[in-house]
Structure formats: structure tokens, C-alpha cells
């Protein structure tokens, strides 16, 4: 989709996307000027000039479409770096200035990868930089800016949050909510959100019970991997929406093997002793 894309071009919107693919002028290669479409003289020397830019990024710099596109418009990139995208999730104490982060989860793809405070919480820095594009729920608000706190580091990747990607398709309502409208079920973890995610935690440094730091792993991995399905859901939507349509359809990935399992018992301890309302 990337190599379709105009609206990444200062002084291109939807609008004007679109009468440039009505005109013919359907991918980057194709664009010619004078165009069959009326630009000013400027935007058609800005439109030369960004492709040629565009051309040269391709292939190794997500983040020059990136930072040129809104935040709902970001699907377009994804298919075109998925083999450098990394799918992200934290856990932690709390909301604050204070708070602390309990688990990372990591999810290329292929292989899981977990990071646990006071195990291995610092391999995640190295870890990161070996992908290009970050794909979270939210994390532009809250997991990068805590993450790049906590470790007093610049994450420079491209993101892409689907927080406002499913937002302009109509999905809204949070990470859970929107997988309940897509058909995506949690089993053991249904009903469990990140305030009982701080429960687990507190509970499993107070008696040590792995079984419990397992459960917490367990959702923080389900918060990752579910990221995958969630973003070729709402690619496929969208580029349904353009004149390319089922050509560019993504089939539905495969959830990968889990290395961690919710322990229903520690889940209903849990919900008996909180004075939370479940």
C-alpha cells in the first residue's frame, strides 16, 4: 500500500489522494507533471520532490513516513516493514511519575519474548533496537514515554499505535473492547484488565508464588501478541476502503505457541480478595 500512498506529501490530503488515483495516478511511479488533476505549480513540485525522497526511504527508513502521516493513516506501512516490526506491551505499578515497570512483552512475529522486573527488565533495551517499527495499543501515550523514563533512553523507532488506527475505523472502547468487536476471545484471562495486573504483581512479591508472576506474564503476553491480529484486522479494512482493495489483503496471522498460561485459581484468589468490584 505504502508505494499508493500520496497523503504523506505536504499539501496532499485524502481528497486530494483520491483524485490523483480517480486520474490514473495510482502509484508513485506513475505520477507525472503536469498531472491530470489541478495543483498549484508548489504542490506539484513538493509532490516530485517527496517521491524521490520517498523512493530513497523505502527500503530502510520507516520513520520518514512515519512522522508525514496522522496517526489513523499509519496502517499504510505496516505490511511494507512487518519483517522489522516488533509488537510491545508493559505492565506496571501504577499511572504515576512513581510507578514501576513490572513486565515487558515482546512479540516479533515469530518468538515471544518476556522481561520481568528484578530477572532481565535491562535486556529489553538491547533487545528493541532490533527492529525498526513498534506496534502498541496506546503506547504513544503511555508505554513509550514510560519506557523511555524508566530506562532514561530515546525509543527513535516508527510507531504505529492502533489506538488511533481502530479509532477511525469506528473501534473504540480500549485494547480489550476492540478485541471483543473483532471476535478475538481471551479464555482463562477474560475480564482480567491492568488494574488486576497490578493485583498479580503486588500478590506475587508478597508470597513469591510463580504461579502467579505465570498469570501475569500470561496477560501481558496475550496484550502483545493480540497486537498482530489487531493491525492486519485494521489494515485489511482499511485498504478495503481504497480502489486497490482485496489485491492487498493480509491473511489472518497465527497465534504462536505460549510460553505462559493463566493459573485460573490465582485469578479467582485474586477476585475474592480485591474490594473491586468485578
Not at 490523483?20 to 513540485?45: E, F, H, M, N, Y
Not at 501515550?141 to 510507531?159: G, M, N, V
Request: aromatic content about 12%; overall charge neutral; some cysteine.
Amino acid at each position: 500500500m505504502l508505494n499508493h500512498t500520496f497523503c504523506h506529501i505536504d499539501g496532499v490530503g485524502l481528497k486530494t489522494e483520491k483524485k490523483l488515483w480517480q486520474a490514473g495516478i495510482t502509484t508513485w511511479d506513475k505520477w507525472r507533471s503536469p498531472a491530470p488533476v489541478k495543483l498549484s505549480g508548489s504542490l506539484r513540485a513538493e509532490i516530485t520532490k517527496t517521491l524521490g525522497s520517498s523512493l530513497h526511504a523505502l527500503h530502510s527508513e520507516p520513520h520518514f513516513f512515519s512522522k508525514r502521516l496522522s496517526g489513523s493513516e499509519l496502517w499504510r506501512i505496516f505490511p511494507h516493514y512487518r519483517n522489522e516490526t516488533v509488537y510491545l506491551d508493559i505492565e506496571t505499578t501504577g499511572l504515576d511519575d512513581f510507578a514501576e515497570i513490572t513486565t515487558i512483552a515482546l512479540y516479533d512475529g515469530k518468538k515471544v519474548f518476556t522481561y520481568v522486573n528484578g530477572e532481565n527488565l535491562d535486556d529489553f533495551i538491547e533487545d528493541i533496537f532490533n527492529y525498526k517499527v513498534i506496534v502498541s495499543y496506546n503506547g504513544k501515550s503511555f508505554d513509550i514515554p514510560f519506557l523511555e523514563r524508566y530506562f532514561r533512553t530515546k525509543l527513535p523507532h516508527a510507531q504505529i499505535d492502533l489506538r488511533y488506527v481502530l479509532a477511525g475505523l469506528g473501534f473504540k472502547g480500549g485494547l480489550k473492547g476492540c478485541e471483543k468487536q473483532l471476535g478475538i476471545n481471551r479464555g482463562d484471562l477474560d475480564g482480567v484488565d491492568g488494574y488486576f495486573a497490578v493485583l498479580l504483581w503486588r500478590e506475587y512479591q508478597k508470597s513469591g508464588n510463580r504461579k502467579l508472576l505465570e498469570t501475569l506474564l500470561a496477560y501481558n503476553i496475550d496484550d502483545t501478541v493480540n497486537l498482530e491480529r489487531l493491525a492486519v484486522e485494521a489494515y485489511n479494512k482499511n485498504v478495503l476502503n481504497t480502489p486497490f482493495g482485496s489485491e492487498l489483503l493480509l491473511p489472518l496471522p497465527q497465534p504462536p505457541p505460549l510460553p505462559f498460561s493463566a493459573d485460573p485459581a490465582c485469578i479467582d484468589k485474586i477476585r475474592g480478595h480485591s474490594d473491586r468490584s468485578w
